[in-house]
């Protein structure tokens, strides 16, 4: 069964937003995973933030039938009508997995959904939600935050990086690479990444090339000095400039990509999980097999069950 999208057009809808919503779950190559459509309060004609009209060809009935969810931005910044809060609260209610994309965080946070969890949305916004919102801890310093079926991301990008999140999470890491193909954007940027860069990166373009060589080489047994070395930076500047960057150390960033590649290696190949492991850098199978009970909360041969259209046997 087809994984059903909508998202809700608010009046004066950031046209961006919507687009990524569209562009990544409404394409034509993901016809065979999802159905995507957008509603408003009132089908028909809702005007943008950009100067131009979009068509919601549904009203707010169409939330009761979605799986996911998404609240693109709107502006200016007050509270969605009665009907529209109501209605996603009950989206929630049911189960229904709710996302928003950048300042779209200040209509699911007037439902109350967000109360007592941590939220993200732009920075730029970040001192007039916790005016309004002081229940609900607000981190503006990250890409995206998971709390449960409840999503919110930031700025603009960091919506693309929520949205292949998603399809991670619905169809596995290799259709997830799929889309952020297609997309040409990075295959994942953890949700713990800063939005910005809080200082200037280093001159040669900042530490790009190194992770791209490091996802080459993650099979090595790769420590911070390695890293620090092709970045051609002392191993303490090259640390302090990750963390700030990326939120947390190179290992933990270098772990969470050795993981991406095994959950696709599972999905993709006939591989022995030790080979998978091995390729990916982790060692053995048992450390795989840790670290996934520890993220994902399954085994190798699980994750390999779920994903794959056939169960295969762990070799």
Not at 294 to 310: D, I, K, W
Request: aromatic residues 6%.
């Amino acid at each position: 069964m087809l994984h059903r999208v909508v998202a809700v057009a608010l009046p004066d809808v950031v046209a961006f937003d919507l687009s990524i919503a569209g562009q990544i779950f409404g394409h034509r190559d993901e016809r065979h995973h999802y159905t995507f459509t957008v509603c408003a309060e009132r089908p028909g004609v809702v005007q943008s933030t950009t100067g131009f009209t979009i068509n919601a060809p549904n009203g707010l009935e169409a939330l009761a039938e979605a799986d996911t969810v998404i609240v693109p931005g709107y502006y200016p910044l007050g509270d969605p009508s009665p009907a529209v809060l109501d209605a996603l609260r009950s989206a929630a209610g049911r189960g229904a997995r709710v996302a928003s994309i950048c300042i779209g965080a200040f209509a699911l946070a007037a439902t109350g959904l967000l109360d007592g969890r941590t939220a993200t949305t732009h920075w730029q916004e970040a001192d007039s939600f916790r005016a309004r919102f002081p229940a609900v801890r607000l981190n503006p310093d990250v890409l995206y935050v998971q709390e449960g079926q409840l999503f919110t991301s930031a700025g603009l990008s960091a919506g693309i990086d929520l949205c292949v999140y998603l399809v991670g999470l619905d169809y596995g890491a290799s259709a997830a690479s799929d889309v952020a193909r297609r997309m040409v954007v990075a295959m994942h940027r953890p949700g713990g990444q800063a939005q910005y860069a809080q200082r200037p990166l280093p001159e040669d373009g900042g530490l790009g090339p190194t992770l791209g060589w490091a996802v080459t080489e993650m099979h090595r047994p790769l420590t911070v000095g390695h890293l620090a070395r092709h970045a051609g930076l002392p191993l303490r500047t090259f640390a302090r400039q990750f963390r700030e960057q990326f939120h947390l150390t190179p290992m933990s960033w270098l772990t969470g990509q050795r993981l991406l590649e095994a959950r696709r290696l599972l999905e993709s190949t006939t591989l022995s999980v030790d080979d998978v492991a091995a390729r990916c850098g982790l060692g053995s199978a048992a450390t795989l097999r840790a670290h996934l009970a520890r993220t994902l909360g399954t085994t190798p041969t699980g994750y390999r069950r779920a994903r794959q259209s056939e169960p295969m046997a762990e070799l």
